[in-house]
T-cell receptor, first 114, second 113 residues
């Protein structure tokens, strides 16, 4: 079945440490890929997206993600985490590529230790 | 622009009552999406509109749910009658096109007792 998997439900990192959040998808063709962030009590905000081209995508707030076709993955990274990065992170795909019909992963909650 | 506006922000109602959630998309955006977020099922797309026309409502859970978009600046999601399992956060989002960034509203937190 088509799906988006975020294997880590909860991650805790120390402030200043590096971060990698995993995302895997199971769709035949390369879908459009997204990472969103949700702060408590807020709506979702787009961090970055991948449609085609360079497989390393830069986003806002110092985040980047790398698309790896062979692994069907789109992992999110940040070299140095700030306390304000504590939030829930969602990976999403648009299998059709242009409808906006997003399928979201279950989310990863990031906790940042001082 | 003020962003996507949703009202009410919180709604508490009793089982069997009608609930209406409202959304004002960003001006000029042609696409509007309704999502539901629960702990059990995560974030699910319920329905989306293009130029005020419903395109895909396959995510609407059952006939108790209905959505309308009478004009480009307003949409409603109605639940009638409401049930406790409808308790969730409902988000509205809008975008310029199907492949452009979706901008989310702050959500409506619904509790059905």
């Amino acid at each position: 079945a088509q799906s988006v998997t975020q294997p880590d439900i909860h991650i805790t990192v120390s402030e200043g440490a590096s971060l990698e959040l995993r995302c895997n998808y199971s769709y035949g063709a390369t879908p459009y890929l997204f990472w969103y962030v949700q702060s408590p009590g807020q709506g979702l905000q787009l961090l970055l997206k991948y449609f085609s081209g360079d497989t390393l995508v830069q986003g806002i707030k110092g985040f980047e993600a790398e698309f790896k076709r062979s692994q069907s993955s789109f992992n999110l990274r940040k070299p140095s985490v700030h306390w304000s990065d504590a939030a829930e992170y969602f990976c999403a795909v648009d299998p059709s590529g242009n409808t906006g019909k997003l399928i979201f992963g279950q989310g990863t909650t990031l906790q940042v230790k001082p | 622009d003020a962003g996507v506006i949703q009202s009410p922000r919180h709604e508490v109602t009793e089982m069997g009552q009608e609930v209406t959630l409202r959304c004002k998309p960003i001006s000029g955006h042609d696409y509007l999406f309704w999502y539901r977020q629960t702990m059990m099922r995560g974030l699910e797309l319920l329905i989306y509109f293009n130029n005020n026309v419903p395109i895909d409502d396959s995510g609407m859970p059952e006939d108790r749910f209905s959505a309308k978009m009478p004009n480009a600046s307003f949409s409603t999601l109605k639940i009638q009658p409401s049930e406790p399992r409808d308790s969730a956060v409902y988000f509205c989002a809008s975008s310029l096109s199907g492949r452009e960034t979706q901008y989310f509203g702050p959500g409506t937190r619904l509790l059905v007792l």
